[in-house]
């Protein structure tokens, strides 16, 4: 995965009812990974830098999702996703 990410600039992560879905495209292939989570709102999705998401997963740390906005928090930083509509 580390090799693929290295080449991809954008990062589609869709979030549904229990569940999180990341997907990355690259001209040497693409990604998708899921993951069960606490979740039971809407379903939405959302792009971002994937190196960004690495940094994220490689915490130990929450997501609180909001109207809005997505927010991951640490003891040491935390990094806000503006969830802008279509």
Do not use: W
Not at 2 to 18: D, N, P, R
Not at 57 to 72: E, P, Y
């Amino acid at each position: 995965m580390e090799s693929l990410l290295e080449h991809v600039k954008v990062m589609q992560i869709h979030i549904t009812q229990g569940k999180i879905t990341c997907i990355s495209k690259s001209e040497s292939g693409q990604i998708e990974e899921s993951s069960p989570i606490d979740y039971d709102g809407d379903n939405f999705t959302f792009q971002t830098n994937p190196e960004h998401i690495k940094q994220i997963v490689d915490q130990d740390l929450g997501m609180i999702i909001g109207d809005n906005r997505l927010s991951f928090k640490t003891k040491d930083f935390q990094y806000v996703v503006a969830l802008i509509g279509e």
